[in-house]
């Protein structure tokens, strides 16, 4: 096995060219991707009629003054447009929530997304980090609100990535609290939060927290990561502050178009939600069954371990690989050092597929 050091393995989901190569594999090689996140409906059937008669709108510069995507968003949550501010994709709602606390200082609850701690490094915060607890990866809420008493901001990522571990609402509600006393804000990520069961969302806490920044991605869920297309929700104070630091024409024409007929789709948010009922955790517990360790997830996506070093986890990487089975490699999450792959929730023929792989892995 052609073993690769931390550094050169790719910091997202996703990339294929590069694993590819490094493997051996021809760059045709048939892959199903199970290393990004998204979701394996595709992109909403009426997208491209649209895109083709949006089409005139890239001939202007997106209006600064159009805020219909603004209300469309603060109408699906129940806040002002006041409190809303469209981003780039998901990444740059986390570099603008870091730039609101710019040479200050930040922790990061980890395992957790990389780009937190780049985006703080990027404004220069100095980072302190607090670990999730054991292969269940639960929150010390105490020990997380001993910690906000050293730090300006804290990242949260809410369920977590890659751990697919959602914290407790009421854990949230005494680090808000505890916030209120050290002057801190949380920034709560849920990128992936409409794959939870139930509603999961935060948003009503806005009204009694002026410290909670959330995040969000409207790209996973719909299946347009190429687009990018995200959103931040806050105290008006911090999303003014935000949007002062935010670079001109930051989100495209055509992204800015897409907000409204996007979360008008009932129709697609209830077929996303009999896929999710039929995949988890049937597919969680039958990798399990396997005899894997499985973290348990409220995401479109898992853990997926075996007591094992690096090593073991890079070698079951390359097996699926040459199967056509792209995973995720955890050597870019600290506290999980590669000895994890984290596998998205697809269909049920590339699931199928996947738990044969697994299951031939495991036979002796």
Same mark, same amino acid.
């Given at each position: 096995?052609?073993?690769?050091?931390?550094?050169?393995?790719?910091?997202?989901?996703?990339?294929?060219?590069?694993?590819?190569?490094?493997?051996?594999? =021809?760059?045709?090689?048939?892959?199903?991707?199970?290393?990004?996140?998204?979701? =394996?409906?595709?992109?909403?059937?009426?997208?491209?009629?649209?895109?083709?008669?949006?089409?005139?709108?890239?001939?202007?510069?997106?209006?600064?003054?159009?805020?219909?995507?603004?209300?469309?968003?603060?109408?699906?949550?129940?806040?002002?447009?006041?409190?809303?501010?469209?981003?780039?994709?998901?990444?740059?709602?986390?570099?603008?929530?870091?730039?609101? *606390?710019?040479?200050?200082?930040?922790?990061?609850?980890?395992?957790?997304?990389?780009?937190?701690?780049?985006?703080?490094?990027?404004?220069?915060?100095?980072?302190?980090?607090?670990?999730?607890?054991?292969?269940?990866?639960?929150?010390?809420?105490?020990?997380?609100?001993?910690?906000?008493?050293?730090?300006?901001?804290?990242?949260?990522?809410?369920?977590?990535?890659?751990?697919?571990?959602?914290?407790?609402?009421?854990?949230?509600? %005494?680090?808000?609290?505890?916030?209120?006393?050290?002057?801190?804000?949380?920034?709560?990520?849920?990128?992936?939060?409409?794959?939870?069961?139930?509603?999961?969302?935060?948003?009503?806490?806005?009204?009694?927290?002026?410290?909670?920044?959330?995040?969000?991605?409207?790209?996973?869920?719909?299946?347009?990561?190429?687009?990018?297309?995200?959103?931040?929700?806050?105290?008006?104070?911090?999303?003014?502050?935000?949007?002062?630091?935010?670079? =001109?024409?930051?989100?495209?024409?055509?992204?800015?178009?897409?907000?409204?007929?996007?979360?008008?789709?009932?129709?697609?948010?209830?077929?996303?939600?009999?896929?999710?009922?039929?995949?988890?955790?049937?597919? =969680?517990?039958?990798? %399990?069954?396997?005899?894997?360790?499985?973290?348990?997830?409220?995401?479109?996506?898992?853990?997926?371990?075996?007591?094992?070093?690096?090593?073991?986890?890079?070698?079951?990487?390359?097996?699926?690989?040459?199967?056509?089975?792209?995973? !995720? *490699?955890? *050597?870019?999450?600290?506290?999980?050092?590669?000895?994890?792959?984290?596998?998205?929730?697809?269909?049920?023929?590339?699931?199928? !597929?996947?738990?044969?792989?697994?299951?031939?892995?495991?036979?002796?």
């Amino acid at each position: 096995m052609n073993r690769l050091s931390p550094p050169d393995w790719p910091r997202h989901g996703g990339r294929r060219a590069p694993l590819l190569a490094r493997f051996g594999l =021809p760059q045709d090689h048939p892959l199903i991707d199970f290393s990004a996140n998204l979701n =394996p409906l595709g992109p909403p059937a009426w997208l491209g009629d649209w895109l083709g008669e949006a089409a005139g709108r890239l001939a202007d510069y997106p209006d600064p003054d159009d805020d219909r995507a603004r209300r469309a968003i603060a109408a699906r949550e129940g806040l002002t447009p006041e409190q809303v501010l469209p981003t780039n994709g998901g990444a740059e709602a986390i570099y603008l929530a870091a730039a609101l *606390h710019a040479g200050g200082r930040a922790l990061v609850i980890e395992p957790t997304f990389g780009e937190y701690r780049r985006a703080c490094d990027h404004y220069g915060l100095a980072v302190a980090s607090l670990a999730l607890c054991g292969e269940a990866f639960r929150l010390d809420v105490a020990a997380t609100e001993r910690a906000l008493a050293e730090v300006d901001v804290a990242f949260l990522c809410r369920p977590n990535n890659p751990t697919g571990t959602l914290v407790p609402r009421q854990a949230i509600e %005494r680090l808000l609290a505890r916030g209120r006393e050290t002057g801190t804000t949380l920034v709560v990520d849920e990128a992936f939060v409409d794959f939870t069961d139930g509603d999961e969302r935060l948003t009503p806490l806005l009204a009694g927290a002026p410290n909670l920044l959330l995040l969000r991605s409207l790209t996973k869920l719909f299946d347009l990561p190429g687009l990018r297309l995200g959103y931040l929700l806050g105290a008006p104070a911090l999303v003014r502050g935000a949007r002062a630091r935010q670079m =001109p024409w930051s989100v495209n024409a055509l992204a800015l178009g897409l907000v409204a007929p996007l979360l008008a789709d009932a129709d697609y948010l209830a077929r996303t939600r009999d896929w999710l009922a039929g995949q988890r955790p049937a597919m =969680p517990e039958a990798v %399990r069954e396997l005899g894997y360790d499985v973290p348990p997830t409220q995401a479109n996506y898992f853990l997926l371990g075996g007591r094992w070093q690096a090593q073991e986890a890079e070698a079951l990487f390359a097996f699926l690989l040459r199967r056509g089975l792209l995973a !995720r *490699h955890t *050597h870019s999450f600290p506290g999980l050092d590669g000895r994890w792959l984290r596998l998205a929730l697809r269909d049920g023929p590339d699931n199928a !597929r996947l738990l044969a792989a697994l299951a031939e892995w495991r036979r002796p």
